[in-house]
């Protein structure tokens, strides 16, 4: 049974750092691209960063270049998302996606004083 598990989010202070991963099951993500969505209050579900196959190229929302990192791990079967200088516009619920079109339940993140 395929499935992606995302995990890593919480409450986190303006400035602060966060590292989610997303650890799939039930395929071999080595040969896909894998991607980080994100939705927030009232808010359309926005792709916020995605990587390729070997990690070669990867791109990211003009609202998050330069503060978060996607990467992965193939051999964990795992997806990264660093977040740094978080702001509270990058409070939501994160989503992880593979190439299928198939998603994770989500993590909640959320940016406060």
């Known amino acids: 049974q395929v499935q992606l598990v995302e995990s890593g989010g919480g409450l986190v202070l303006p400035g602060g750092s966060l590292r989610l991963s997303c650890a799939a099951s039930?395929?071999?993500?080595?040969?896909?691209?894998m991607n980080w969505y994100r939705q927030a209050p009232g808010k359309e579900r926005e792709l916020v960063a995605y990587?390729?196959?070997?990690?070669?190229?990867?791109n990211y929302a003009d609202s998050v270049k330069g503060r978060f990192t996607i990467s992965r791990d193939n051999a964990k079967n795992t997806v990264y998302l660093q977040m740094n200088s978080l702001k509270s516009d990058d409070t939501a619920v994160y989503y992880c996606?593979?190439?299928?079109?198939?998603w994770g339940q989500g993590t909640q993140v959320t940016v406060s004083s």
């Open positions: 996606k593979d190439a299928f079109g198939r």
């Open positions: 990587i390729t196959r070997n990690g070669g190229s990867t």
């Open positions: 039930g395929f071999t993500i080595s040969s896909y691209v």
